[in-house]
């Protein structure tokens, strides 16, 4: 088959990519620097240049696909997330019309769909737009939903190693749910390869554990952490220093606060939920390596 993945050779792609092109696929990557052009050739993949925002560069990179790979990135403090999303979503629709793609793979999020999940809310304007676009087509979709990524943890490096503290909204003793980027990209290499009928999701979590548990499991690592529990107005001022919008601070203080609400993940009931292989344990050594790297 055909396949186009936006993304380069990001957190899902550098697993996926080699995968679809030793199984014989013709794979097209597409990157938004020059310079990513070369590693993705060199996996022997064909490498396009351009911006997922140009509807124009999109519709000529999609013609002929069988089936593409979408998700979305920007900088959250420098533009709008949700009018990011609205705009990416309005680009999507538009370039999916203009071909005749019949496999639509989309990476989103938990909370896609719950208006509570701050800033992973933005994410229902492309799931809406593509289920749109999907149903106009009569073209398959498959969408993934991850919870939050392991990686995610790697911004209290900093506070760990200067302070000996994490800081938070969420509650010690509230679970959490967390996803390997690996194991994101098993899901996405399986829907890809054979992209279901109809519009499916599936959700994707590789482990679950409290602060309080992830704490006495760096500590097995020979870290020593003290978590700190934070109003959502020192939140909110943290994020405003390092340059965020007033309106993406509010959306991701939201999407940390939902978390303590004991529904946090009722979206899975009668879901199809996919466990993942990499567990706490196992991040907890990535982890404590990054620290002593740096």
């Not at 919008?245 to 939920?273: C, H, I, R, W």
Request: hydrophobic share 45%.
């Amino acid at each position: 088959m055909k396949i186009v993945c936006l993304g380069s050779l990001g957190n899902i792609n550098k697993y996926t990519v080699p995968r679809l092109i030793a199984d014989g696929h013709e794979v097209t990557v597409i990157t938004s620097r020059e310079e990513g052009k070369a590693p993705i050739e060199t996996l022997g993949a064909k490498a396009l240049v351009g911006s997922m925002q140009d509807a124009a560069f999109l519709t000529q990179a999609f013609a002929g696909q069988d089936t593409v790979y979408l998700m979305i990135s920007g900088r959250p403090s420098a533009q709008s997330m949700l009018e990011m999303a609205k705009d990416q979503a309005q680009v999507f629709a538009q370039t999916l019309e203009n071909s005749d793609v019949q496999n639509i793979v989309n990476l989103s999020s938990v909370g896609a769909q719950n208006p509570k999940a701050g800033a992973l809310y933005m994410y229902h304007h492309i799931e809406n737009s593509l289920t749109a676009v999907a149903e106009k087509l009569g073209a398959n979709l498959a969408i993934i939903r991850p919870v939050g990524f392991y990686q995610n943890l790697f911004a209290d490096l900093q506070n760990l190693k200067t302070t000996g503290k994490i800081f938070g909204l969420i509650q010690p003793d509230k679970v959490r749910q967390f996803a390997d980027p690996s194991d994101i990209a098993e899901v996405a290499y399986q829907v890809l390869s054979e992209t279901p009928q109809g519009k499916t999701i599936r959700y994707v979590v590789s482990d679950a554990f409290t602060t309080d548990e992830w704490l006495n499991t760096l500590a097995e690592q020979g870290i020593s952490a003290d978590y700190q529990v934070i109003s959502k107005e020192v939140a909110l001022e943290n994020m405003l220093k390092v340059g965020m919008t007033p309106e993406n601070a509010e959306l991701f203080a939201q999407m940390s606060a939902m978390q303590n609400d004991a529904d946090a993940y009722a979206e899975f009931e009668g879901a199809k939920v996919v466990q993942g292989k990499v567990k706490m344990e196992d991040f907890a050594k990535v982890f404590a390596a990054a620290y002593r790297a740096n």
